[in-house]
């Protein structure tokens, strides 16, 4: 088995993992968190394929741009939030876990025998798919852009609002 087919395996492992718990979940906000991971993972799909612009749009857009939205609207309704407890009593079992993790990654850092390809970034494909976005394509993207937009402002408003009625 090879280094790209163990790494896809873990990849695939996670993401569906990570999906699973997305939806099963009764947290909305550790559903966030999972989302996140997935999207992740989804990314890491894509530096397999060799679309590293993918990948970087992929984290970009959705991780840094969706997915923080979505946390920031589950952190604006306060109420959906319930108070738990603050201390958990198996924090030995984290600590011991993070410590194994931790553990294996650097021995696998330390005693792989990295090499390193000379591959370059297809910066046609990127300059072309550049080049279709704003002519092409440029109606569907700035609709796009502005329905976004429009989300993002309707959240803040309902946010104001529901935290003036809770006054």
């Given at each position: 088995m090879t280094l790209e087919?163990?790494?896809?395996?873990?990849l695939a492992v996670a993401a569906v993992g990570t999906a699973v718990g997305?939806?099963?979940?009764?947290n909305i906000l550790y559903s966030a968190f999972l989302l996140i991971g997935c999207l992740f993972m989804i990314a890491g799909f894509y530096v397999l394929l060799e679309a590293p612009f993918l990948a970087a749009v992929q984290v970009l857009i959705y991780v840094g741009a969706i997915a923080v939205l979505i946390i920031f609207a589950v952190m604006l309704t306060e109420n959906l939030m319930q108070r738990k407890r603050?201390?958990?009593?198996?924090?030995?079992?984290?600590?011991?876990?993070?410590v194994a993790l931790a553990a294996v990654l650097l021995?696998?850092?330390?005693?792989?025998?990295?090499?390193v390809?000379?591959?370059?970034?297809?910066?046609?494909v990127i300059?072309?798919?550049?080049?279709?976005?704003m002519s092409t394509y440029i109606l569907p993207f700035e609709v796009a852009s502005v329905l976004l937009?429009?989300?993002?402002?309707?959240?803040?408003?309902v946010a104001r609002e529901e935290k003036e009625e809770g006054k």
């Open positions: 087919q163990i790494v896809f395996l873990v997305v939806v099963t979940n009764r603050a201390w958990n009593e198996q924090w030995w079992v984290a600590i011991l876990v993070a021995y696998v850092v330390v005693t792989a025998q990295w090499q390809s000379q591959l370059e970034t297809p910066s046609d300059t072309a798919l550049g080049q279709a976005l937009l429009m989300a993002l402002i309707g959240a803040i408003v």
